[in-house]
């Protein structure tokens, strides 16, 4: 817009009258008012830039919006995949390690009543022979001492019937 100051300007010899500054203050409004339109225009060319804008953006943004949906739902039911499967897994695993954890205590059972049970026989056997070697032992010195007590006779018998010392 071109400056109009020398129009508006005043000097010694401009009158100070209600004519001069009503024609003044006219142009001045008559300007602004002419601005004011265009702003008005623009404002509804900026309204109207950024609606296509946003349409735009919408347009090229949507499809990989919804791209990154369909792959964040795609995550979520894999990650319920596998939290399932490792659930089914722990089970598994905590099944079997009951059983296991079971089967070796029973084995451990049995093993400790087979130990008790043959330490048993063993001492029983033990005890049995001893008895028995003892009793032999006691039988084979009562033949020694009954033999020999035998002999200690018949050698007296002898020596008395056919004469010996004594």
Do not use: C
Not at 22 to 44: S, T, V, Y
Request: net charge negative.
């Amino acid at each position: 817009m071109p400056t109009r100051f020398d129009k508006y300007r005043f000097t010694k010899r401009t009158p100070l009258s209600d004519d001069v500054f009503n024609n003044i203050f006219k142009d001045i409004d008559l300007r602004i008012a002419g601005l004011e339109d265009i702003k008005k225009d623009w404002q509804h060319a900026v309204d109207e830039v950024t609606r296509y804008g946003l349409l735009r953006i919408e347009e090229v943004l949507h499809p990989s919006f919804e791209a990154i949906e369909e792959k964040k739902a795609e995550a979520t039911e894999t990650v319920s995949e596998i939290q399932t499967l490792r659930q089914n897994a722990d089970d598994m695993i905590n099944e079997r390690r009951d059983d296991a954890i079971s089967a070796i205590s029973t084995a451990k059972t049995d093993a400790l009543s087979s130990i008790s049970s043959s330490k048993t026989d063993a001492l029983s056997s033990i005890s049995s022979s001893k008895t028995d070697a003892l009793s032999s032992i006691e039988q084979k010195r009562q033949e020694a001492v009954s033999q020999i007590d035998s002999a200690l006779l018949t050698s007296r018998v002898m020596a008395f019937f056919f004469g010996g010392e004594d």
